[in-house]
């Protein structure tokens, strides 16, 4: 039994999907599983990282568990641990290796550290910046034909979540992934300015991008997040390491599948822009 934290969320969500795929006992953790909308069949148990004390029922049973950060990870393991799972795959951030100092890469090493401790199987998964990320570009689209974002020309290798997903899968599922740390990109990168023509084409509308200031797109961006988290990500989207925008070949180690492009993500997820 796999138990899936984040299940109704972009990796998740997909992870739940390709395990029942491959028709794999697994189990929905969902802090309202009332609302929770998942596909039929799939057992939703309640429970909270924020109480650890709640997740008894969903432990109950399991061997393996998809951890996304909560900033609660010790106690939670604490859990796991006594409720007998043997294997955890965490997802983390490359930020964890490329930023160590920002709030990002701090708050994520902090996680993987307290796996580390449990004396369980573990694998991290430290994925860059997620295909997904442009789904907050949908409003936008609604409205029109133009798309702004500041940083028109930088790119990044954008993960497919899927393809996240499929190394969670593969690592949750198979021997051999016990201790390892598994940085993951897309294939290539890929410009704001070249995601927006993907959708477009996607979706069958000529879009086109519009560049504004990393002070505005801050301003934006301040409504619904803390000052930090602004400036880091930021500085991820208009700083990148050379290490973050590097095309790795990992997902296709870990599965033996090319990552997928972002082009792939677009029309997969395309009725998200009509």
């Known amino acids: 039994m796999i138990l899936v934290a984040g299940a109704t969320g972009n990796v998740g969500g997909e992870l739940l999907r390709q395990l029942r795929d491959e028709e794999v006992p697994v189990r929905a953790l969902s802090r309202d599983p009332g609302r929770a909308a998942l596909p039929a069949g799939v057992e939703v148990v309640g429970g909270d990282f924020a109480s650890p004390e709640s997740l008894g029922k969903a432990f109950s049973g399991v061997d393996a568990l998809f951890l996304m950060m909560s900033g609660n990870e010790v106690a939670v393991v604490e859990e796991a641990v006594r409720a007998g799972i043997r294997r955890i795959v965490l997802l983390s951030s490359v930020a964890v290796e490329t930023r160590p100092d920002s709030l990002i890469g701090r708050v994520h090493r902090d996680a993987e550290r307290a796996v580390e401790a449990s004396g369980l199987e573990w694998t991290f998964l430290r994925p860059g910046q997620f295909a997904s990320n442009t789904r907050a570009w949908a409003s936008q689209i609604a409205q029109g034909d133009v798309v702004r974002t500041p940083f028109a020309r930088v790119g990044l290798p954008a993960v497919h979540p899927g393809d996240i997903a499929a190394v969670a899968r593969t690592a949750l599922t198979r021997d051999g992934h016990a201790g390892e740390v598994y940085p993951l990109s897309g294939p290539r990168p890929v410009t704001p300015v070249e995601q927006v023509a993907a959708i477009g084409e996607a979706i069958g509308r000529r879009l086109r991008h519009e560049e504004i200031t990393a002070e505005r797109a801050g301003e934006e961006m301040a409504a619904f997040m803390p000052a930090e988290i602004v400036a880091a990500t930021l500085d991820f989207l208009g700083n990148p390491t050379v290490a973050e925008t590097e095309a790795l ?26």
């Open 249 to 274: 070949p990992t997902v296709e180690k870990v599965t033996g599948r090319p990552a997928r492009t972002f082009a792939r993500w677009a029309r997969d997820n395309a009725d998200g822009f009509r």
